[in-house]
T-cell receptor
Framework: NAGVTQTPKFQVLKTGQSMTLQCAQD?????MSWYRQDPGMGLRLIHY???????DQGEVPNGYNVSRSTTEDFPLRLLSAAPSQTSVYFC????????????FGPGTRLTVL | KNEVEQSPQNLTAQEGEFITINCSYS?????LHWLQQHPGGGIVSLFM???GKKKHGRLIATINIQEKHSSLHITASHPRDSAVYIC??????????FGPGTRLSVLP
């Protein structure tokens, strides 16, 4: 199993550009989530999904959209990038059989100029 | 006040030392997690606890539900243990609430 994969690993955007961060898992997990990690702060939840077709907002959802059309994929869209969105983004997934242990992707380092 | 707090924020130890990292939380939880993040690396789950104590190799994690406190211990520390250790809790759902992390450096 590949586990949780994310692409790209690095990305530089200009203010106002849009892009999609890809996340996929091959563990048939129902729960998937996106976090951002900023220096000096803990990871913060952006959006999450408890299954295909179901998404909800986390702590810091503004400026981001998500969709969940399949169990495997959970892309994160930046609608109009801003320098405040410079961060490292992690995707994670979990099943329900092990009391919500989460598996994390390798992260995407995004810089918005 | 953050829902999950950790101490210390930074820790430097000599190889071989016994290390303790503390986590306290202020919300009701279904489980507590200890995660490890190496510099520039991804995040790996070390332990998931809802009570008592767990041991894996040189790592030991304990939790006291009544006191809302958990500790992560590393025995016979090694430079390869240098990483950020993150405490996180799951509340009565599946979302994680993360602590700010403890940056550990183990010197040879």
């Amino acid at each position: 199993n590949a586990g949780v994969t994310q692409t790209p690993k690095f990305q530089v955007l200009k203010t106002g550009q849009s892009m999609t961060l890809q996340c996929a898992q091959d563990m048939n997990h129902e729960y998937m989530s996106w976090y951002r990690q900023d220096p000096g702060m803990g990871l913060r939840l952006i959006h999450y999904s408890v299954g295909a077709g179901i998404t909800d907002q986390g702590e810091v959802p503004n400026g981001y959209n998500v969709s969940r059309s399949t169990t495997e994929d959970f892309p994160l869209r930046l609608l109009s990038a801003a320098p405040s969105q410079t961060s490292v983004y992690f995707c994670a997934s979990s099943g329900t059989g092990r009391a919500y242990e989460q598996f994390f992707g390798p992260g995407t380092r995004l810089t918005v100029l | 006040k953050n829902e999950v707090e950790q101490s210390p924020q930074n820790l430097t130890a000599q190889e071989g030392e016994f290390i303790t990292i503390n986590c306290s939380y202020s919300v009701g939880i279904s489980a507590l997690h200890w995660l490890q993040q190496h510099p520039g690396g991804g995040i790996v789950s070390l332990f998931m606890l809802s009570s008592g104590k767990k041991k894996h190799g040189r790592l030991i994690a304990t939790i006291n539900i009544q006191e809302k406190h958990s500790s992560l211990h590393i025995t016979a520390s090694h430079p390869r243990d240098s990483a950020v250790y993150i405490c996180a809790v799951t509340t009565y759902g599946q979302n994680f609430v993360f602590g700010p992390g403890t940056r550990l450096s183990v010197l040879p």
